[in-house]
C-alpha cells in the first residue's frame, strides 16, 4: 500500500477556500485515491475518491495531476463545522485494507 | 438502514475482566473491519471478514482478542483479561467487496480499563 504524506495541521478561516494536498510518490497503476473525515468522538467518514483529472461531490472537489503522485481536496467556502480531521489514503479495488496515516488537523478560525 | 451502528458506545471495566461490543453494519454490504484508535492517531486496523470468513487479522490483534461474525450479518470483538493498554476507541466499518476503499464507518465503541 502506496504511503501518503500530509500536512499535520492547517488553519483557515470561515467562507475561505481550503486546499488540503498529500503526496503519494509510490502510488500504483491500480491505485485509488480517497479521502476521509474524521470529527472527534465519531468515526471516519468517506467524503470523496478519484483515480486521476478531477472529481466533485457535494462536499468536496479532488484534484489529480498527471503523473498522479500528489492530490489536492479542495473544500469550498468552509465554516466552522469543518473543523475536523482529514486523511488521505491511497490503495486498490484488490487491496483487502486501508492503511491510515495521522491525517491533517483542520481548525477553522471565525 | 440508516448506517453501521455499534453497541455500546461507551464501556468503563476493570483490568482483568473481559468485555465484548458488536457492530451492525450495512445491510447490502459483505465486508467488516475493525479498527482501534487512540487519541492523536489514526485508525490502526485489527481485522476484517468477508461475508462470515475472517480473512486477516492484524499482529496487533493478540490472542486476548477474538472476533466473529457468524451469520455473515453482525460482528462481535472480545476483549479477554483487559489490559490498560486496551482503552481506546474501537471502530468497525463496512464496505461492499469491490470498494474496500469505500468503507462505512459507525460510531465507535470507547473503552476505558481501569
Known amino acids: 500500500l502506496a504511503k501518503t504524506t500530509q500536512p499535520i495541521s492547517m488553519d483557515s478561516y470561515e467562507g475561505q477556500e481550503v486546499n488540503i494536498t498529500c503526496s503519494h510518490n509510490?502510488?500504483?497503476?491500480?491505485?485509488?485515491i480517497t479521502w476521509y473525515q474524521q470529527f472527534p468522538s465519531q468515526g471516519p467518514r468517506f467524503i470523496i475518491q478519484g483515480y486521476k483529472t478531477k472529481v466533485t461531490n457535494e462536499v468536496a472537489s479532488l484534484f489529480i495531476p498527471a503523473d498522479r503522485k500528489s492530490s489536492t481536496l479542495s473544500l469550498p467556502r468552509v465554516s466552522l463545522s469543518d473543523t475536523a480531521v482529514y486523511y488521505c489514503l491511497v490503495g486498490g479495488v484488490g487491496d483487502d485494507k486501508i492503511i491510515f496515516g495521522k491525517g491533517t488537523r483542520l481548525h477553522i478560525l471565525p | 438502514d440508516t448506517g453501521v451502528s455499534q453497541n455500546p458506545r461507551h464501556k468503563i471495566t476493570k483490568r482483568g475482566q473481559n468485555v465484548t461490543f458488536r457492530c451492525d453494519p450495512i445491510?447490502?454490504?459483505?465486508?467488516l473491519y475493525w479498527y482501534r484508535q487512540t487519541l492523536g492517531q489514526g485508525p490502526e486496523f485489527l481485522t476484517y471478514?468477508?461475508?462470515?470468513?475472517?480473512?486477516?487479522k492484524s499482529r496487533l490483534l493478540s490472542d486476548r482478542f477474538s472476533a466473529e461474525r457468524p451469520k455473515g450479518s453482525f460482528s462481535t470483538l472480545e476483549i479477554q483479561r483487559t489490559e490498560q493498554g486496551d482503552s481506546a476507541m474501537y471502530l468497525c466499518a463496512s464496505s461492499l467487496a469491490n470498494r474496500p476503499g469505500a468503507q462505512y464507518f459507525g460510531p465507535g465503541t470507547r473503552l476505558l480499563v481501569l
Open positions: 509510490n502510488i500504483a497503476t491500480n491505485d485509488y
Open positions: 445491510s447490502e454490504h459483505n465486508r
Open positions: 471478514f468477508q461475508n462470515e470468513a475472517q480473512l486477516e
